[in-house]
């Protein structure tokens, strides 16, 4: 069975801070791991994601992540948050190409000025 | 990758009645999905549509209030039936291609 757990359901951060938004995830068998963003009334986009290549991800928009298989996360960064950053995030898992994904609860970025 | 034309993107419906919600894919894929995204939470599989097939559905949702179609590799549709208030949330087909989720706009949905 497969589950994601985003830790932190909101997170706030200064303009030109960093970003660290928690995933950590279980799967069975080596997964495939994403993120997704949605801007408020739109629908989701990818950020990034890892397919069992190269273990840290760059994304669009400056995010990444890191694969770490010992810790089962993959978190998302993004080492200067702008305020166009504010959206909802998802981080997903894939057990297969072509299969259902599973995703986490979320997590609400808020960008201050 | 997939483009995913998904209409309508908003309705505001009577309470006991129903909506019919579509996705158009510009590629034919095998597998198309359908979330349910509530106020405020993450994405909810409802079911699974392979065309040819009966849907398959998730724990907790059941054909008779989502009945799905899927006639053919580009084309499903969703209908949800004797809507309540507690139906109302943003309803989103997907499809999986080259290991990538791709979704539609969203179809936000307002039982009053």
């Known amino acids: 069975a497969q589950s994601v757990t985003q830790l932190g359901s909101h997170v706030s951060v200064s303009e030109g801070a960093l970003v660290l938004l928690r995933c950590n995830y279980s799967?069975?068998?080596?997964?495939?791991l994403f993120w997704y963003v949605q801007y408020p009334n739109q629908g989701l986009q990818l950020l990034l994601k890892?397919?069992?290549?190269?273990?840290l991800v760059k994304g669009i928009n400056g995010f990444e992540a890191e694969f770490k298989k010992s810790e089962t996360s993959f978190h998302l960064t993004k080492p200067s948050a702008h305020m166009s950053d504010a959206a909802e995030y998802f981080c997903?898992?894939?057990?297969?190409?072509?299969?259902?994904?599973?995703f986490g609860t979320g997590t609400s970025l808020t960008v201050i000025p | 990758s997939a483009v995913i034309s998904q209409k309508p993107s908003r309705d505001i419906c009577q309470r006991g009645t129903s909506l019919t919600i579509q996705c158009q894919v510009d590629?034919?894929?095998?597998?198309m999905f359908w979330y349910r995204q509530q106020p405020g939470q993450s994405l909810t599989l409802i079911a699974t549509?392979?065309?040819?097939?009966?849907?398959?559905?998730e724990s907790g949702f059941v054909i008779d209030k989502f009945p799905i179609s899927r006639p053919n590799l580009t084309f499903s549709t969703l209908t949800v039936s004797n809507m309540s208030p507690e139906d109302s949330s943003i309803y989103l087909c997907?499809?999986?291609?080259?290991?990538?989720?791709?979704f539609g706009q969203g179809t936000r949905l307002t039982v009053v």
């Open positions: 590629s034919q894929v095998t597998m």
């Open positions: 997907s499809v999986v291609t080259h290991t990538e989720a791709f």
């Open positions: 799967s069975s068998v080596p997964p495939y």
């Open positions: 890892y397919t069992s290549a190269a273990t």
């Open positions: 997903a898992v894939s057990e297969d190409t072509g299969n259902q994904f599973y």
């Open positions: 549509a392979n065309q040819g097939s009966e849907a398959t559905y």
